[in-house]
């Protein structure tokens, strides 16, 4: 069983920034958080929950959806066991619930987190 809090949502004015944080934890000493690839998603009302990052488990390999390019920048610290999604310049079209998803390697279960709410307005 894998645990994944998402935190640092808002309320921000368009062109702002937020900064997401996705912590991971697992049972005892058998959860490695590097062998975990991790995923920022998205869900905005009426709509389907799409793709916006995935960072692999060394944190050398990332990827974006157009719509997050040169915007957000996924990160990890495997340390803290955490990954984060920095955005910048927000628009209102950003305005989801945001989800991180963990999978490990070489295995079909994805673990889910809550989310947390983007809402960008003036």
């Known amino acids: 069983q894998v645990t994944i809090v998402e935190t640092g949502g808002g309320l921000v004015q368009p062109g702002g920034s937020l900064r997401l944080s996705c912590v991971a934890s697992g049972p005892g000493n058998t959860f490695t958080f590097s062998n975990y690839a991790m995923s920022w998603h998205r869900q905005g009302p009426g709509e389907e929950r799409e793709l916006v990052a995935t960072i692999s488990g060394g944190g050398t390999s990332t990827t974006y959806a157009d719509s997050a390019k040169g915007r957000f920048t996924i990160t990890r610290d495997n340390i803290k066991n955490t990954v984060y999604l920095q955005m910048n310049n927000l628009k209102p079209e950003d305005t989801a619930r945001y989800f991180c998803?963990?999978?490990?390697?070489?295995?079909?279960?994805?673990?889910w987190g809550q989310g947390t709410q983007v809402t960008v307005s003036s």
């Open positions: 998803k963990g999978r490990r390697r070489f295995s079909s279960s994805d673990w």
